[in-house]
């Protein structure tokens, strides 16, 4: 039985999405068309060094059970607690993925507007977002997938909303791990995500616990909603050093889908507002630093203090190192594939030296085809 019915897949479709088999989907990431567009990258490049122009975004489950009253899916949506659906195989939903994102991305090679470089590079993925919608940690054959992403050479960037706490203990490593962390408070949480688990709260406890025993990068990604959950920035820090993550994301909730129909306009926060609340935040939490922001995402990271060495930032990834030490068989850990941060900063509070600026611009456009703007500080992607 699939996750969909034939109304709701070509529902789905008329959004340009395409459903793979029985209960995946993929979409193209409005960044990865402007980067190919040469518009610039998303705030995964900005913080990790992921080129968005080659990244697939992608679930292995539409099904949720949550009902975050932030998100973009309507009700009608499938929800479950339990898996109740025929499991399609790991080699087909990766095979079938990469095809239907390319083909979604056929158009621009013919596309005036489009850079010629940025566009052939994106036939290569070398990342995927596992985040599109539902719940992708609920695929029984997670495991089995992520591996066959490493065989390929592909990055892995998985989202969970941390009610599967058993899949997390077990989950095998990936590149960069997230849980979506709604709310301070048990009250306040049930309010935002609306879950379907009675025991919601421990799940998330029990999940934040596992989180911090991973080896490999964890982050914990916090959509902030104006006059909802922003608030209580002790709580949410206590909740955050249970989970130890690496890296924090706090980014500002976006009025868009069917979430227009349970908010309004005015939850959305303004970009300096994210930043004033995770000041606040950073105060409670003494063993990391705001590190740096993307604007047009309204979204800031936070890292580790351990991270800065030598007198510069380490967030970003290198990556083939990372399949290097995955494909091992060896353990490993997050310290072992870390990249000097090209950009960092947060608005008032001042960034890299321009002189030093101005060398790594350089050997980024040599090297990775973008570079840093003197003007606006965001990085841009090269055009000849």
Known sequence: ????????????????????????????????????????????????????????????????ANRCTFCWRGYKAPVSEDWKWEVDEP???????LHAHRKLLNGF????????????????????????????????????????????????????????????????????????????TKELLKQVDVPLFKDYWERLQQSLEFMAQKKQRTCIRMTLVKEENMCEPAAYAKLIMKGDPDFIEVKGYMFVG??????????????????????????????????SEHIPSRVVMFAKKKFFQEGKWHTWIDFPKYHTLVLSGK?????????????????????FDHIENIQRRNALKKEKGFFVDEKTDELEFWKE
């Not at 080699?91 to 993925?97: A, H, K, P, R």
């Not at 941060?341 to 608005?347: E, H, K, L, N």
Request: glycine share 6%; net charge neutral; aromatic share 8%.
């Open 109 to 184: 090679g013919g596309n005036k507007d489009a850079h010629t470089g940025a566009y052939e590079a994106s036939k290569t993925v070398k990342h995927v977002a596992l985040s599109l919608t539902g719940e992708p940690i609920a695929y029984p054959k997670m495991n089995a997938l992520l591996k066959r992403f490493n065989e390929e050479g592909i990055s892995t960037f998985l989202v969970t909303n941390a009610q599967y706490p058993e899949q997390i203990r077990d989950l095998e490593p990936v590149t960069q791990l997230y849980i979506s962390l709604d709310a301070p």
């Open 258 to 291: 069917a979430s227009r129909q349970r908010l309004s306009k005015s939850n959305m926060p303004f970009h300096e507002e994210v930043v004033r609340f995770s000041q606040e935040l950073e105060k409670c939490l003494p063993d990391y630093a705001l590190v």
């Open 91 to 97: 080699e087909m939903i990766l095979q079938e993925s």
């Open 1 to 64: 039985m699939p996750q969909l019915t034939e109304t709701a897949k070509q529902e789905l479709e008329k959004q340009q999405y395409r459903v793979i088999g029985n209960h995946s989907a993929v979409k193209v990431c409005g960044w990865t068309k402007k980067m190919i567009k040469g518009e610039g990258g998303c705030y995964k490049l900005k913080f990790y060094g992921i080129m968005s122009n080659q990244c697939m975004q992608m679930t292995t489950s539409i099904s949720c």
């Open 331 to 351: 353990t490993f850990s997050t310290d072992d594939y870390l990249r000097v941060t090209p950009q960092t900063g947060i608005s008032g509070q001042g960034t």
